[in-house]
């Protein structure tokens, strides 16, 4: 019996064990088998084949989707199909470019939808996190094989847990027959460590002009490399219609070694790269695209649309798994000396048949609007390549505290200085108006403190104060050339211009001091004013109780006014609280935040003729303020208010309407953000109202965000350690870590060998514990086994000497199930679901009892916030029955 009972336990342990082992890639299947599928739509997502007990394959392919229209962008996110680290060696495209115009494969740790398929043209991207390309396919490219030993990490040490498919639908009449689409690619995986990781660098020309008529336009980019040896295997060129050939290049000691060269009207697929080429410390990679002018009537740019071009030069390259770094790129551009010695060859079109040409032409007029590869979003138009950074706040500033009111107006003077318009020890409360807007607290008198702060915007220190004993509920506020500050003041229910001198003269007034109106000569509650810098006219948003934009010349003559626009003539919304204005002086036009109805109109100044709008459903139903930048094709910023979407900043595309970028504070979070302006260096700053502050958004040149398509690449500060010999790389940043000065490079490096005797020790040390994992956990098993044996035997043999039997009554499931228990305790204690909801969700704790008729009264319930809450005449809605 006691035999029995052994067996018995050991059975049961043994089978746990199995299925431990192999819980990881079995839960998985079974999850995907059981996941439902429609007949018309693929079989299914995910097929995994196991051939081994370390190698599988994934077969990734859409759920049978139909394009809604030509140049669509859809994603799907997949798990890493196991919790352990693993490695993609192979892929294998699924595709033709009849109906597929190029597709990418990216690893990342938070894709932006887990459920089914999505649109990652729009707003959404890829992933919420960094995310690094894998793969890429177009034109019917080839697969892409990679050396043995070599392969792409993924899972958990990696921060790769999850792989997003993006297929770029180029023509969607290659969906006329109503065919659903399956296509995909399958990833030849093995969870056995490689010695050499593999990773891709891109070098990308971003400010490239191709003139007119031109023969030939050079697109040259170069950087100094400053991390661990890479090995180039493999090269992929891209540029749209115009691109003749592109060339990759390593530079060591100035001679210029060819890492690979291809015409970029060939099927884009990584060719392989010069074999004798690798890549150390102190060299630099250098790569031309060679643009033709002839037959354009514009300059062409780099950017997006099918009428833009790029210019990108792909590395696929290992290097030892010890210093991997998956990513890196350069968008530096090359300087004309050291392009003079480029070898000729560079400036040499590959000659493309006219097969080839028409298959390339095949797509019409929908050529790459925007390769995912390249760094550039799909469908977020971002054709501000000088807007390549992600904007992320400044916690330092200011340096020290301002001690403001509530904060509700921000502009920018001559010398770019700051100025901050807020409320003092004023605030706008409920009993501030009556019904008919009048002012109600006239007996406290005008601020006493300066409202009219010049602060440094490098440090936050104040640099001058006025605005004493002037006004009673400041609002808007702008400056003209002359540095005079206009503006608005809703209990005054004026517009005012004042000098800028410190001396507090008002040199203008404009409206009735605490006389509400609609006529020519009065306002009610005017929030903001916009400056024409060439003419002096001005333009007043007025405002709470009026719905209507004013326009007088420079010495307050009224000149004309009008209300919202809309394209279609048949509907038309009134404006719904004009909050924000701004001027656009490179396209003569006046725009204003409708924070109500949560859009943005743009009127020509010089008509009041509407011109477009912009409305997002990311806004939440509310925009508070905009501001504009000229740089590229034009930029609005925007901040939004309290509605059914989170508070943040965004970054717009004036042309295209997409949101390039959205930010918000690291630590405090907003509030209630009221104005915001951008400075000539990119530097955004964000006066919140609710918790009287300013917060200050950057992003440096040597540590910036690239968010382009999902994809976000840190990249990062020079390093010390290039000027140290001896410092050991963080493993955790996301760019190439510097490395030891004098490490040297290994003569004809492959990833199956190296010449080196002490790597190959290394190697052969490293690859014990591979061998032994299987083992350990059974050695670790059989030794907490001993005791339990032993408690067996000892209580068996106590049974036997007093009854001269034993009878064991077990229950069937006790031992397995505090196995089952100890199992679900490891791997289902932590809901990353959960954990995420909770970490990411958004309180409205403080925001219900707010009106959605108004945001800048002051609240007076215990549990409220600092924000305000800006009040008008429309009168609150009906609060809903219990």
């Given at each position: 019996m006691m035999g029995a009972c052994v067996l018995f336990v050991l059975l049961v342990i043994c089978q746990s064990h199995s299925l431990h082992t192999q819980s990881p890639l079995h839960r998985y299947k079974r999850s995907q088998d059981s996941a439902p599928s429609e007949p018309s739509l693929c079989a299914s997502r995910i097929n995994q084949v196991f051939t081994n007990s370390h190698n599988f394959s994934v077969d990734i392919r859409m759920p049978g989707v139909v394009p809604g229209g030509s140049d669509t962008y859809l994603c799907m996110s997949f798990p890493v199909p196991t919790n352990r680290d693993s490695y993609i060696v192979d892929f294998i495209p699924h595709a033709s470019m009849n109906t597929v115009h190029h597709m990418l494969l990216f690893g990342c740790k938070t894709p932006v939808s887990t459920s089914s398929y999505w649109d990652c043209g729009s707003v959404q991207g890829t992933c919420e996190d960094e995310a690094s390309i894998m793969y890429a396919w177009a034109r019917n490219a080839p697969p892409t094989k990679l050396p043995k030993d070599v392969g792409f990490k993924v899972g958990r040490s990696s921060g790769m847990t999850h792989f997003v498919l993006q297929i770029h639908y180029g023509d969607v009449s290659a969906f006329r027959d109503h065919h659903r689409d399956c296509s995909g690619l399958s990833l030849r995986m093995t969870t056995k460590p490689q010695p050499f990781i593999a990773g891709i660098y891109l070098l990308m020309s971003v400010d490239t002009v191709i003139l007119p008529g031109n023969r030939v336009t050079n697109a040259d980019v170069a950087c100094d490399y400053s991390s661990y040896p890479i090995y180039p295997f493999a090269f992929r060129t891209h540029t749209h219609h115009l691109g003749k050939v592109v060339s990759g290049y390593r530079i060591r000691d100035r001679k210029w070694t060819l890492i690979g060269r291809q015409s970029p009207q060939l099927p884009q697929a990584f060719y392989p790269a010069n074999r004798d080429v690798s890549v150390k410390y102190g060299d630099t990679l250098a790569a031309r695209c060679v643009f033709t002018g002839e037959g354009q009537t514009s300059k062409t740019y780099i950017g997006g649309t099918s009428d833009d071009e790029m210019c990108n030069f792909y590395i696929m390259y290992y290097m030892d798994s010890k210093h991997a770094v998956p990513y890196m790129n350069c968008m530096e551009p090359g300087s004309a000396e050291l392009f003079e010695q480029i070898p000729a060859e560079a400036n040499v079109p590959i000659a493309v048949s006219p097969a080839d040409m028409n298959s390339m032409m095949h797509m019409g007029h929908s050529a790459d609007h925007q390769d995912v590869g390249s760094l550039e979003d799909?469908?977020?138009?971002?054709?501000?390549?000088?807007q390549d950074s992600h904007l992320e706040q400044v916690s330092s500033w200011p340096q020290s505290s301002l001690q403001l009111g509530q904060v509700s107006g921000l502009a920018l003077d001559s010398d770019s200085n700051l100025v901050i318009f807020h409320r003092g020890d004023h605030t706008w409360g409920a009993d501030s108006f009556n019904s008919h807007a009048q002012y109600q607290q006239r007996s406290l008198g005008p601020i006493q403190q300066s409202t009219i702060l010049v602060v440094d915007p490098a440090k936050g220190s104040i640099l001058k104060a006025s605005g004493r004993n002037m006004f009673y509920l400041p609002h808007g506020i702008t400056t003209d050339k002359d540095n005079n500050y206009w503006v608005t003041d809703v209990a005054l229910h004026q517009v005012l211009k004042v000098s800028g001198d410190g001396r507090d003269r008002t040199l203008l007034a404009l409206g009735e001091e605490f006389t509400p109106g609609s006529d020519s000569r009065h306002f009610c509650q005017p929030t903001d004013v916009a400056v024409d810098p060439h003419t002096g006219n001005i333009f007043v948003s007025?405002?709470?109780?009026?719905?209507?934009?004013?326009?007088?010349?420079?010495?307050?003559?009224?000149?004309?006014?009008?209300?919202?626009?809309?394209?279609?003539?048949?509907?038309?919304?009134?404006?719904?609280?004009?909050?924000?204005?701004?001027?656009?002086?490179?396209?003569?036009?006046v725009c204003v935040a409708d924070r109500e109805n949560g859009r943005i109109q743009c009127f020509i100044a010089e008509s009041g003729e509407f011109v477009k709008e912009i409305k997002k459903e990311e806004f939440g139903g509310e925009v508070f303020a905009i501001t504009y930048s000229p740089a590229g094709d034009g930029q609005i910023f925007a901040v939004n208010g309290v509605g059914s979407a989170p508070l943040r900043g965004f970054v717009i595309d004036y042309s295209t309407k997409d949101i390039l970028d959205t930010f918000n504070p690291e630590k405090k979070e907003f509030k209630m953000p009221h104005d915001i302006v951008v400075t000539r260096d990119g530097s955004v700053f964000v006066g919140d109202a609710g918790s009287k502050r300013v917060f200050k958004f950057t992003s440096e040149k040597l540590h910036r965000s690239v968010k382009k398509a999902g994809i976000e690449?840190?990249?990062?500060?020079?390093?010390?350690?290039?000027?140290?010999?001896?410092?050991?790389?963080?493993?955790?940043?996301?760019?190439?870590?510097?490395?030891?000065?004098?490490?040297?490079?290994?003569?004809?490096?492959?990833?199956?060998?190296?010449?080196?005797?002490?790597e190959e020790k290394k190697k052969k040390s490293e690859a014990k514990p591979i061998r032994g994992q299987g083992v350990l956990p059974a050695v670790i098993t059989t030794l907490l086994l001993v005791p339990l044996l032993l408690v067996i035997s000892i209580g068996l043999f106590i049974c036997w000497r007093k009854n001269n039997r034993c009878e064991v009554k077990t229950e069937p499931s006790s031992v397995g199930g505090i196995l089952g228990k100890i199992r679900g305790k490891a791997v289902g204690s932590l809901n990353l679901g959960n954990f995420f909801a909770s970490h990411k969700g958004y309180s409205r704790q403080g925001f219900d009892q707010l009106s959605t008729e108004g945001s800048d009264q002051e609240r007076m319930e215990e549990d409220s916030s600092d924000s305000e809450n800006e009040e008008y005449s429309a009168l609150p809605p009906p609060k809903a029955s219990s």
């Open positions: 799909s469908k977020r138009a971002e054709q501000d390549l000088d007025d405002g709470y109780c009026n719905a209507r934009i004013l326009k007088f010349s420079a010495d307050g003559k009224y000149l004309s006014e009008w209300g919202a626009g809309t394209s279609d003539r048949r509907r038309r919304t009134l404006f719904h609280v004009p909050h924000s204005l701004v001027f656009l002086p490179d396209r003569q036009e690449v840190q990249e990062l500060e020079a390093m010390e350690t290039i000027v140290q010999t001896k410092l050991r790389p963080d493993h955790n940043v996301s760019k190439a870590a510097a490395v030891h000065p004098k490490q040297s490079e290994p003569q004809q490096p492959r990833p199956q060998q190296t010449t080196q005797e002490e």
